[in-house]
């Protein structure tokens, strides 16, 4: 609940129609121009220009790995492509229509209401003000218009339905037996002739990357937390201002309830209330019956066979008028007869929690820790990179002036650590630099997480190298004998399926029948399935064999074949609905294509071989 901002970040982002559901639809920029090296963007749609700025805040300024950029930008340029069709159809957002969308958002909503202080308090978090937002909201809306007006056109016809129906429904009955190469190691010897060719034919294998010791520091957030000092007085009054937020009280509720419907005429509601009156009464002069009561004479099929038990609830979980009786009730007290548009009530409050601020403070403290820690940081980070550049010869002067502790590491590549805080491409990179491995200097400070930064220079260093081939012959010889043992179990199968195809016994271990279609066989390859399936089976037994990796050569028995279900009306219903929807997706594409013969898309040249 402290963190409340930063954990909802991704659903403001998806609300904002950044990424749009049935954007993705494939990356690739075959028949794109590309930009010069000299421009400043990213991609071009029309006149329209999609920057590192752009990209960005698409993603909520989370850094992008860079395979991944182009998979955001084509997103990005195929929402570009709707947006500029939708202004050529001039498409607009009603401001109600615009209004209800915001309001219904979850993630500023309090108690299931839109509440406007949260709203301004996560629009904060995302440094964007509510017309900005809300022009993102009215260009996703505008989208999703247009996006429906073309993927709702797809149609199914019955007999399309009645033949995939036919095809996903059908079964075969399948067991399979499997030669697997283990089986045939016993039989096959690799010489030493043979090590020393596979060694030289396959040198690059055996060559192990350039790797690096290193020593580092690391200056983070959360190091400089513990460090702050918090009172008594600060952490009460925190708890005092947010109290309703953090320390949300739940009341243990029994009730008794005599339906009376919102619209029953007055005559007969004063009567259902005169009952409710004498059940009161009873209540009153011996509480301890209140269960008992309940289960005889309470209306509320959900409760009643519990003695009217309710459970813990919090506010915001029942009709006002009950929640308003429960909450100003003390522990153990009966109240007087509560109207609903259920009917009548009687309560009997049985227990009341609600986390209190011992049970908070630890949270608080560090809540608050962590909230000077943040001013502190930005300041002293930049003391840390100041001082890693100036004194670039050691990491001794900022190890002292922030009272660091200076780290080793195991051999880094330029790919991959052990450690995970020097385990990141950015600072691996930079390990790897001439300043850095050559120079001998510190590395710039490099953020490798959320508020840490990390520095580190060079110990030792081991360029490439092909290792040696005792070192790597054991390994040789097993991957050799593999391959010889696969060949013998593929031409023993081969040999085996034709023997069962004439008619001859062949003695296998045959595993378990299966009920096999052609959507639920994950096991089997898709090759194998469709020779399966293509079986004839009409007069006898068939046999299929193949090649599986990691298992040898598996032969498939087939037996007989199971019909497909008819399509009842619900399912008939879910596989309408659902084909509907991948031709819409197929409608869309085909639509995005139209647009890109009318409206010229270029990407940067960097970018373009980046998706090759």
Known sequence: MFDFVHNNKTAVQVILGL??????????????EAMGQGDDYLAKVGKSRI?????????????????????????LVRQQLLQEKARELRLAVPDAVLRDAIAAIPAFQVDGKFDAKRYQEMLASQQMSP????????QDLILRQLMDGVMQTGFVSNSQMQRLNTLMGEKREVSSAVLSPELYLSQVTVSDAEIKQYYNANQAQFKSPDRAKLEYVTFSQADLAAQQVVSDAEIQKYFDEHKADIAKEERKVSHILLNAAKDLKAEEKAKVRAQAEQILAEVKKNPAQFAALAKAKSQDPGSAANGGDLGFFAKGAMVKPFEDAAFKMSKGQISEIVETDFGFHIL?????????????????????????????????SEKFSEIVYQQADS???????????????????????????????????????????????????IEVGRGQLVS??????????????????????????????????????????KALNSGAQVALAWGETQALSRIAAPEVAESDLKAIFKADTSKQQAYVGANVAGKGYVIYKVGKTIPAPTLSAENKFKMDENLSRMYGQVELSAYLDAIKKDIKVQYSKQLAKKAE
């Open 456 to 497: 580190v220079r060079v110990l030792a260093f081991q360029p490439t190298q092909t290792q040696p081939l005792a070192d790597v012959s054991a390994g040789i010889v097993s991957k050799l004998k593999q391959e010889k043992a696969l060949k013998l179990a593929a031409t023993d199968g081969e040999a085996k399926l």
């Open 51 to 75: 920057t590192e700025r752009e990209l960005a805040q698409a993603i909520g300024n989370q850094a992008v790995p860079d395979e991944m950029k182009p998979m955001v930008i084509e997103q």
């Open 131 to 138: 017309t900005q937002f809300e022009e993102k909201v009215k």
């Open 348 to 380: 009997k409050l049985d227990d009341i929690k609600g986390a209190n601020f011992d049970d908070l403070k630890p949270q608080i403290e560090q809540q608050l820790k962590l909230e000077k820690a943040q001013a502190a940081f930005q300041s002293q």
């Open 395 to 445: 990491l001794k002067p900022v190890a002292d002036a922030l009272k660091l502790k200076i780290e080793q590491s195991g051999w880094v590549t330029r790919t991959a650590a052990q450690e995970p805080q020097l385990n990141n491409p950015k600072l691996l990179e930079a390990a790897f630099t001439d300043d850095v491995l050559k120079k001998k200097h510190n590395s710039e400070a």
């Open 19 to 32: 990424i749009s559901v049935g954007l993705v639809v494939g990356i690739g920029f075959s028949g794109y």
